[in-house]
């Protein structure tokens, strides 16, 4: 995302005042972007503010505070108060704050060699889809491609609305998250292949899930109330949720741990005849393969 102050536009024709490249089709090769050209320039985000237009030629846009944003259909199309420029290759949108990009970035030892990509960020409900890769092979050794591709994507949202984020493959265990954008609040939801227990930091300090729902037999839905870094994760289902705010960057780390809901029903009587709680306990350590201790 890029932000303009007080920037004048001066005998600036409607036909020249943007124009936002598409990814080409020749970066879908090994050496670059693999299955798919890269989607970077598919996610740009230009915010202008307090923006001025001299001169007897202007756009037909005069707006103070405006932005222009990707070509991305199944994006741009539904963000609120948009409209497409065919000659900009662009949309223009005047919904100032709530425009804004997701960042987000692999940090396991193995991030520029093992693909996730496709990912695919959706909101059902107002029908956005958005498919990315990861970024282009950065380095060369010696006559070839080095085939290193960092696992960092970019996102382009509406900050008010929730997302859920899928990885084609199995998602990396360590990641940084970080809604970029001037207003909003955001629940991120990313579903995980199998089950797991993750930790959720901002500024290097731990955030506690949501408390427990017995009701439920689940975490308290997210609410927003606490802000950045509220999460929860929802087991079964193995979806992790949380809360982003503007410029707030969280980190999630796996925890080596085990989490389990069970649910028994028998009579106290039968419970303590069958050795009480001394057997329950023993053969609970010997299903999940623990010392009794």
């Not at 009701?215 to 079964?236: K, Q, S, W």
Request: some cysteine; charged content about 25%.
């Amino acid at each position: 995302m890029h932000r303009f102050f007080e920037t004048t536009f001066d005998e600036v024709h409607e036909d020249a005042f943007a124009y936002l490249m598409a990814p080409p089709e020749k970066w879908n090769n090994l050496e670059d972007c693999i299955s798919f050209p890269c989607t970077a320039p598919s996610n740009v985000v230009l915010d202008f503010q307090t923006t001025t237009f001299t001169g007897d030629v202007t756009p037909s846009t005069r707006d103070s505070d405006f932005q222009v944003i990707s070509n991305n259909v199944g994006a741009a199309d539904s963000f609120d108060k948009c409209v497409e420029k065919e000659s900009w290759n662009s949309w223009l949108c005047t919904n100032r704050g709530n425009i804004g990009v997701l960042f987000f970035r692999a940090l396991d030892e193995d991030e520029e060699d093992r693909s996730v990509a496709p990912v695919y960020m959706t909101d059902d409900e107002s029908g956005y889809a958005n498919k990315m890769n990861s970024f282009m092979d950065h380095m060369w050794d010696g006559f070839y491609a080095g085939q290193k591709h960092r696992s960092q994507f970019q996102s382009m949202m509406q900050t008010d609305r929730n997302y859920t984020i899928e990885y084609t493959s199995t998602p990396f265990d360590n990641m940084i998250y970080e809604m970029r954008s001037e207003e909003g609040l955001s629940k991120i939801s990313v579903k995980y292949w199998t089950a797991g227990v993750y930790a959720i930091y901002m500024d290097g300090e731990k955030m506690e899930s949501t408390p427990w729902d017995k009701a439920a037999g689940a975490n308290a839905e997210l609410t927003g109330v606490r802000g950045c870094g509220e999460n929860r994760y929802i087991g079964g289902d193995n979806i992790l949720e949380f809360m982003l705010t503007p410029y707030c960057r969280i980190e999630i780390k796996p925890v080596d741990a085990i989490v389990s809901n069970v649910r028994m029903e028998w009579t106290m009587d039968e419970f303590y005849s069958s050795g009480g709680t001394t057997s329950f306990i023993d053969r609970v350590s010997s299903a999940l393969g623990i010392h009794a201790s």
